[in-house]
């Protein structure tokens, strides 16, 4: 099969979308001309033009609103926020209008509208370009969430939510924009709420979120090596999510270790732990784990790089679950 | 009227209207004076749920721009919506059944007075939340430009919207983008208690306009027939792929600012009393009476509306309440999961 | 002892701290000379002027990021939001800047500033004036929050945030308001992160947030008619959460119900669960179970007035726990 | 300069500073300018953590202003904040450091190009977040106000901060509220690749200020002087009790958006080229030889620079790796829990 990045991946989706659905539109800083500041619309000015690529003044609060209306009268926004932080100064709208229209409404609205952005602690962004923010998506209804670690359900997620009525976060981790992976060639569609067996295993479930999903795996390829078998698991979307494929896996292993980079408290391990624990009592041998990331905004100097979960703080975890 | 000295303002036009649109010019504003009329009643006698905020006296602004309108238009509201929501065609019954809590509200009883959708004719809600009405409308009109439609879309929007950052983004994007939008600024010189001059150095709305390079017009707002010219033009424009316009209309609310609020200490009687003198109703029957339209005419009208009322009264109560099982719908469109 | 309101409690704290220190002030719309829409600072214009009780235009953006730059500089701003839905507009400047300027600053600045409103699906407030968005709070590193239920803990909370350094969210549910109860004469702070024991039991553990504090020591004395021994925990401050006191109930009865009326996913309950099983597994005799409101937005009309949890979903939620 | 021909335009200030104080604005352009070139440096070889804004051909703005201010008077910066830390007296050696993630940095190594604090001599922060610098630094000034001092605060932004909420509502607050502060545009023209007028239809940034009933003043961003005059005026009435000003400084980033991105495609070499040659660091030598200034004086001053830079880096460079404890440090004020 052909391999791409997950970039790559996704931009094929918007591209075919586009060329499908002449309703959709993109808006954000940059994301004309100049293809985005990491590439999501290269190319696709050249083709559509400034009304369907719209660079965008500061304002995002006003243009996620815009868009919000936009949605609201039939077109298909896509929101290209670049750095997800930049959506913070939109949440008022968002949590009162673009997620409750549909519902105040009595579903005679629909909100076809894209919110995209790249998520993460990367290397030295800092304290103000490093946020994750999706438990706030998953607390209030009306949202979909989709958190890609690979560049096939990038393509595949993203074709889904362009065709969901639904208000969709599609979020991007810095860390796997430039992963490469097989992608097919035939068009398909990867549906929401449906975790993806990432690796097959026995002793232990990982659920991991975003790019802990690559780290968790090679973590798994080094326990291997001990003897001890992980099952990884990747929900790929966290609103809705496939909580049936994570007590499938508890059920056989007994045990399992949610890996997130992102703060713990009432995060998506809280709520995965709580929800297991509620359903899957009788099952656990062990409490559920949680692995996340240091409780403090992100500092730039590298020594700082190992704040979120590597590799090692993994299979030590892992280790430790298996001890208990 | 001191404030309309400040910025332009629009004479009055002659006429050009037929009888008949005159006539129904007074019909509009005279279904939103009586069904509020009654749910004040009803409020009073413990009937509504929710809150209520009442457009007594600001009748002409909604009714003036609504005119214009095509069901394919969009308007945008507030948390003072009926006027709104009764100008774009909304009925009396689907008011006053949704400010009962009925099953047949026009928001199927989950809205109350401050949520008031009817998308299928345009009404695309009002808000509790004071400014996004600014930025949505816009989309709305982006939408509208995308798809080489000519509907337009309307925002209302009071004076205390002004001052908030969705006035200064959404009108800048529409502006620069050329957007198919009308803003239309209710001034009625109070938020909740706080007067205008008190939120900012400068209560000159329409002059606003310059900051962002739109057309900025302000007309007085307790006349119909100033509004519906002021904002036929804006309309016009918009249609015309001309872009958006910023209509200040400089009107008040007569009543507290929300049913069941005392409504002291923040403005005086004898301004009320001068306002009350102004009602655009009472003026705009003055005018229609000086040779427009016969006392029969504006009589028959008044009679159909007592009943048009009434009717829509009686409907609110009789009717169901929801199902309980609807809470949860539409919280999402698709299945998924 | 002496009784007032909720309300009466929590201006008599400020009223108080007002006297005490110049630098603090306040500023919202209508907490001027007209005292709050809630009564929040009735009387408190006549006594300090338009400079600490300051009427502000609806830029709630503003004025949140306003008061976090006077907080900075020395003042001690008290931002009062009437209902904790308008705080949303604020939101992408609270998360980057208000909880971040300690940390960022390296401790050289503090940020002594509370933001104050009311929350919770009271009857026929509608979709956009229920907000509660307390969990939001927890999961970013930088904010304490307080919930409180009585007029007690109001004052004696209020009067802690208002020494506090740190950001502090001051949550009051509309439906304790005007709740009445004994406030002590003499002055008294009420640290965070202490929970209280509303009422002792033995047989199970609920903990109760806000306005189901009052409900669930009805539900309480409903059980005790039937044999069963209810013991009921306030948390008070959800961040920092007195996980300690939890523990110790959940040894001694065994099981554990979390009743909140705030959506469920990702919320309070969510990482109550988590962290109980993570260190209570062996005292669990039953998994951790969680009571939560409605996941839709607030309805109006009065048919859905039991959206929330009422009293008699706390009974039944305890004997089905105790079933388990 | 096209541009410097709308809105008011205050002409170059004879001269009324002394000497010593003629040269101090050019010594402290240059430390600028010369501590930037060798971030660009070590940004080329790898040394630098995180982002890199720089602040080249912008210097006479945050060194006009700042000339004014006393070390309790505040300063909110952007993410090209560089310039503003240096001006406010923010050592080379600690923008250095920290720019290369060193304890010894000037926020402890944790915050690098966009997160500059120094509070003790009121460097408030800078913010990789376009926007809030503006309210909070009026927020500030409602410290100082309602504590009787008489200390301003300054906020720097760019012109693609002017479109955002934040611009709208902290300047009205501030202007309503007669607050001590002084807002400062440094209107480059672009915000990263777009354009200002692609951004808004009203590019004279000064002349919004008339929306708000502030004083607006345009001021040449390449002409240290007359910042200093403009500046000195706005700093006084905001001293003097009689509340902000909006100072719009129209300058050019000659250099790229941030280092290491491309920067071609969204202008003109010729434009580029049109403004290096109105280098504000130039002209200004150029203004003290004129007559002011003697050629050893200015030589003097390249050389202690010169010196001090070279100095910086090798502190920066010798210094140690911030402590991994201190990453948790400090979420937390109070210990509370
Ligand atoms: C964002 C926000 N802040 C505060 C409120 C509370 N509130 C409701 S109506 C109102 C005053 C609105 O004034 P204006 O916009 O002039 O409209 P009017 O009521 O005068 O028609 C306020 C402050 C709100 N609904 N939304
Ligand atoms: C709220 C927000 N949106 C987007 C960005 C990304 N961004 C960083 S700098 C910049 C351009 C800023 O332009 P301007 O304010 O004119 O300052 P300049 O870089 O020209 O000095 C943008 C869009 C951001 N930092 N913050
Ligand atoms: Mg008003
Ligand atoms: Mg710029």
Redesign the pocket.
């Known amino acids: 099969m052909r391999e791409m990045t997950f970039v790559e991946a996704a931009r094929e989706a918007l591209a075919e979308e586009m060329a499908r659905n002449p309703a959709i539109f993109v808006v954000g800083?940059?994301i004309g001309a100049r293809g985005g500041s990491f590439n999501t619309t290269l190319g696709l000015y050249d083709l559509y033009g400034p009304e369907r690529l719209r660079d965008t003044p500061?304002s995002?609060r006003g243009f996620t609103a815009l868009c919000t209306g936009a949605a609201a009268a039939g077109g298909r926004p896509v929101v290209d926020f670049?750095?997800i932080?930049?959506l913070a100064?939109g949440f008022g709208d968002l949590f009162n209008q673009t997620s409750k229209l549909q519902w105040m409404s009595g579903g005679r609205l629909k909100m076809p509208i894209l919110l995209r952005g790249c998520i993460g602690v990367a290397k030295s962004n800092g304290a103000?370009?490093s946020g994750n923010y999706y438990p706030f998506f998953m607390h209030i209804p009306g949202f979909r969430v989709a958190i890609p670690a690979s560049p096939r359900d990038a393509k595949g997620l993203m074709k889904t939510a362009l065709r969901s009525n639904d208000p969709v976060l599609f979020l991007e981790h810095k860390d796997v924009l430039m992963l490469r992976g097989p992608v097919p060639e035939e068009e398909y569609l990867i549906p929401f709420g449906e975790a993806s067996v990432a690796r097959e295993g026995k002793d232990v479930t990982v659920v991991a979120i975003a790019a802990m999903v690559p780290k968790t795996l090679k973590a798994s390829e080094e326990l291997a090596k001990e003897g001890v078998s992980v099952e990884v698991i990747d929900p790929r979307t966290v609103a809705p999510l496939d909580i049936d494929t994570i007590l499938a896996s508890v059920h056989k292993t007994g045990r399992l270790l949610i890996v997130d980079e992102d703060f713990a408290p009432c995060g998506v391990g809280a709520e995965i732990a709580a929800q297991v624990m509620a359903r899957g009592f009788d099952d656990l041998d062990a409490p559920v784990q949680r692995l996340n990331g240091a409780f403090a905004p992100a500092a730039t100097s590298a020594v700082f790089d190992n704040m979120v979960p590597q590799v090692p703080d993994i299979t030590k975890a892992v280790r430790d679950l298996l001890a208990e | 009227m001191a404030k309309a000295k400040l910025g332009v303002v629009i004479e009055k036009p002659a006429a050009g209207l037929s009888k008949e649109q005159l006539l129904d010019l007074y019909r509009q504003m005279l279904i939103i004076r009586r069904t509020e009329e009654q749910l004040i009643r009803a409020y009073q006698a413990g009937k509504i749920h929710g809150a209520c905020h009442t457009y007594v006296g600001e009748e002409a602004v909604a009714t003036g721009v609504c005119a214009h309108l095509r069901p394919d238009d969009v308007v945008f509201s507030t948390h003072r919506g009926h006027g709104h929501a009764l100008a774009k065609g909304v009925t009396p019954r689907e008011v006053i059944a949704e400010l009962f809590g009925k099953a047949t509200g026009v928001s199927g009883g989950i809205g109350g007075s401050m949520h008031l959708f009817k998308p299928e004719i345009g009404m695309m809600g009002s808000s509790g939340i004071v400014g996004p009405s600014i930025t949505m409308a816009a989309g709305a009109a982006y939408t509208f430009k995308l798809l080489k439609t000519n509907r337009i879309s309307v925002a209302f929007f009071g004076d205390g919207a002004v001052s908030n950052g969705s006035f200064h983004e959404g009108i800048n994007l529409a502006t620069v983008w050329g957007l198919p939008v009308l803003f239309v600024c209710e001034n009625n010189m109070y938020a909740t208690e706080v007067p205008f001059n008190q939120a900012t150095k400068n209560p000159d709305v329409a002059s606003r306009a310059k900051a962002y390079g739109l057309p900025g017009v302000a007309v007085d707002g307790n006349d119909v027939l100033a509004i519906y010219q002021a904002a036929g033009e804006a309309i016009q424009r918009a249609r015309g792929g001309e872009g958006p316009t910023l209509l200040e209309c400089r009107t008040y609310r007569t009543r507290a600012h929300s049913e069941g609020m005392r409504d002291t200490g923040y403005r005086t009687a004898e301004e009320i009393a001068e306002w009350k003198a102004r009602d655009p109703i009472a003026r705009f029957r003055d005018v229609l009476l000086g040779g427009l339209a016969s006392e029969g005419d504006v009589i028959r009208i008044d009679e159909e509306i007592k009943i048009m009322v009434e009717e829509a009264t009686a409907f609110a109560d009789s009717s169901p309440w929801p199902d309980k099982a609807i809470l949860t719908q539409h919280v999402y469109s698709d299945s998924g999961g």
Chains 1, 3 share one sequence.
């Open positions: 800083e940059g500061i995002e670049m750095f932080d930049f100064d103000h370009h």
